[in-house]
């Protein structure tokens, strides 16, 4: 055991390592040099290391990164981290006022006007001031603990210099120069690079390996605070500064405006000086600055009434279309792509950019050799805005969709009446290389690692004919692929290992069923035992899932129809992917069968997707209008038009206290 003397130097070492931290990562003026500093981490480490009974979760010595995950854990968010409505004009900004001020009854509203910076939003959760968990955002209800990377994050603060504690909301990004020098020791290490700040942010946060994270040059901006210790707050603004003296890192560009014509100036003045940041960002936040009235607001179930995003108008460049080339998509569907002369757009280098289809083309009369002018479609997918007609020279060519597969050779067909032409091969290697994508892809199976190159390489090779075989790739099968090395073998094996536990709602998402998305894919496995009880269903059966109409069950009966898909099943359940459904009841045995439901306003005990979730449970749907055939409206705090439609209508209304006696009643609760 250490001595009293020795505990006490490794706390006083804590206590200043702490407050270094804080002046040089957060306030960004330090005041040791960097060899005092290392000196004392050292002293420190060796400290814990002879005496591991010293260490602490919130010791600077902790940010270094722990042992590999194998899988990410949930954690479900205490109030829910919902997304925000857009406005892309100064016109949409005042409507936007305008329904607050009519909403509040007030002649003019108190806004905080926020950079909206581009990376990845995160909740941190501390106790007493001491840092103990992390995630990510997720659906915006439940999200995946991130703890162990956030940690190694130097301006997350392990303590607090207040011993608040709920969960404090931020936004992990990445620096353009911290960006461009990661590309940089990639390209030295012969690994792909990463498309912009964002998708490296993204991608650092959720490595299974905390040493990687903590190897990437991650910062963050803290923005919002849901207190669970009394503490009571009036602004936003106040909130801002009372994060900033708990020791966080918050934005010094947000700034109070009297009412919308100071928030238009604001953003109006960050749409110009946005080049000149450090880092990137994507629009301006505007939030109602009173709390109260924040309240008083609400929120719809995806975005809250008291906040908008103002997106900054879509950077347009000149470009050349050099080429125009298809694409074959898991279902076939053949898509015109426009390769353009390299130009540089919102942020990153675009060389490429989707024409959607045939008729996309003729009406934009697109030809190889225009001069075009591009955008970033919500600054993401690059986009043909327009052909210079003046610039042509009369060299350009039109475009002529094949008639044959360029992967395959087999026959490309524009079914009557449809705007997509696909290839008719389901033997297709390009197909077979977009189905794996989608199959490895986040809401899928979630493959970390496995994106388009390696899947390419993956059926090039011949090591992957079907989904299925992912699953007898074994390390020494990987590294006989070119730039595979040991370590990205063992990573991919694992990742892969772990998506077996994903479940049947995941399961039949990858498995690409033409009209299954996420939400309808989890309603199926809410109905059905098991991937294998569904293939045996009737179309009757199907259809009594909530959400599931003709069109959709016909295609789950024609895809379980055919052999070789059952076939795949059998090889998936043989290789030990888990296709049950833990959550499966006879619809016979749901109590709410068949019954609509309607939520409108704050729930305080539930997030509304909690709500939802627990009646689909037990047999109902749940839907986001009002209608004659609705038959409960449960209402929370600041309900909106949908309480009104239903006394209307004459719908049965319940508060959170009768819809918790409804559930629990039901044995839900």
């Known amino acids: 055991m250490a001595s009293p003397e020795v505990e006490a130097r490794a706390a006083a070492l804590r206590e200043a390592l702490h407050y270094h931290n804080h002046r040089y990562f957060v306030l960004n003026d330090p005041e040791i040099t960097d060899a005092e500093y290392d000196a004392m981490m050292r002293e420190l480490i060796e400290l814990e290391q002879r005496h591991p009974e010293l260490v602490v979760p919130d010791s600077p010595t902790q940010r270094v990164g722990a042992a ?41 509203i108190a806004y905080v006007a926020e950079l909206k910076i581009d990376g990845v939003a ?17 659906d915006g209800a439940v999200g995946e603990d991130v703890t162990q990377n956030l940690r190694t994050i130097a301006s997350v603060p392990l303590r607090l210099q207040k011993p608040l504690t709920g969960e404090v909301r931020g936004e992990v990004f990445m620096t353009k120069e911290g960006f461009s020098r990661l590309n940089e020791r990639r390209r030295a290490e012969g690994e792909p690079l990463f498309a912009n700040p964002r998708n490296a942010s993204a991608g650092s946060l959720r490595q299974l390996d905390p040493k990687v994270t903590a190897g990437r040059p991650l910062d963050i901006f803290c923005y919002g605070f849901v207190p669970a210790d009394g503490t009571e707050l009036r602004s936003h603004y106040e909130l801002l500064q009372l994060l900033k003296d708990a020791g966080f890192k918050v934005n010094p560009n947000a700034r109070r405006c009297a009412g919308i014509a100071e928030v238009i100036a604001y953003c109006e003045e960050w749409t110009a000086r946005r080049p000149d940041l450090p880092y990137e960002i994507d629009g301006v936040v505007v939030k109602v600055d009173d709390l109260g009235a924040q309240a008083q607001l609400g929120a719809t179930a995806k975005s809250p009434r008291w906040a908008i995003a103002y997106k900054f108008p879509a950077e347009e460049v000149t470009t050349v279309v050099e080429d125009i080339r298809v694409n074959v998509g898991r279902t076939g569907a053949v898509t015109p792509m426009a390769i353009l002369a390299p130009v540089r757009v919102a942020g990153t280098t675009v060389s490429r950019a989707t024409l959607h289809n045939e008729e996309y083309i003729r009406q934009k009369d697109i030809r190889i050799g225009d001069t075009v002018v591009i955008h970033k479609a919500g600054d993401i997918i690059p986009e043909v805005v ?41 033997a297709c290697p390009a197909q077979l290389v977009e189905g794996i994508v989608h199959f490895a892809s986040r809401g899928a199976m979630d493959i970390e690692g496995l994106g388009p190159s390696l899947a390419s390489a993956l059926v090039e090779s011949g090591l992957v004919k079907k989904v299925s075989d992912l699953y007898r790739l074994t390390r020494e099968r990987l590294v006989t692929l070119e730039r595979m090395g040991e370590k990205s073998a063992d990573n991919l094996v694992r990742a892969i290992e772990a998506s077996k536990a994903r479940g049947m709602a995941r399961v039949l998402y990858a498995l690409g069923i033409r009209h299954v998305g996420e939400g309808t894919a989890e309603a199926l496995a809410g109905r059905f035992a098991s991937v294998r009880e569904l293939a045996e269903a009737g179309i009757d059966q199907l259809t009594a899932v909530p959400d599931v109409g003709e069109v959709v069950a016909r295609s789950i009966a024609a895809y379980f129809a055919e052999p070789r898909n059952l076939e795949l099943v059998d090889e998936l359940e043989a290789c030990g992917v888990d296709l049950s459904s833990r959550r499966a009841q006879d619809p ?11 939520f409108t306003g704050t729930l305080s005990r539930f997030s509304r997707s909690e709500a939802e979730s627990l009646v689909k449970r037990l047999g109902a749907s749940a839907s986001g209008s009002v209608s004659k055939n609705t038959d409960y409206v449960v209402v929370g705090e600041s309900p909106g038009s949908k309480a009104d439609k239903a006394r209307e209508l004459g719908i049965a209304i319940l508060d959170e206290k009768a819809f918790e006696e409804l559930l629990s009643r039901l044995g839900a609760l």
Not at 588 to 598: A, C, E, N, T, W
């Open 68 to 108: 590999p995950l194998d899988a990410f854990a949930t954690v479900a968010h205490r109030v829910p981290m919902l997304s925000l409505s857009n406005a892309f004009s100064p016109e949409e900004l005042e409507a936007f006022d305008a329904r607050v001020r009519r909403a509040l009854d007030q002649d003019r």
């Open 122 to 138: 995160v909740s941190l959760t501390y106790e007493n001031g001491v840092f103990v968990r992390g995630a990510t955002r997720g």
């Open 386 to 426: 327009r052909v210079v007609v003046s610039k042509r020279t009369g060299n350009e060519r039109p475009f002529e969709m094949p008639k044959e597969c360029p992967s395959c050779g087999g026959a490309v067909v524009r079914p009557e009446g449809e705007a997509v032409a696909r290839c008719v091969n389901s």
């Open 588 to 598: 016979g045995d749901l109590p709410l069968q068949g019954k609509r439901f309607v």
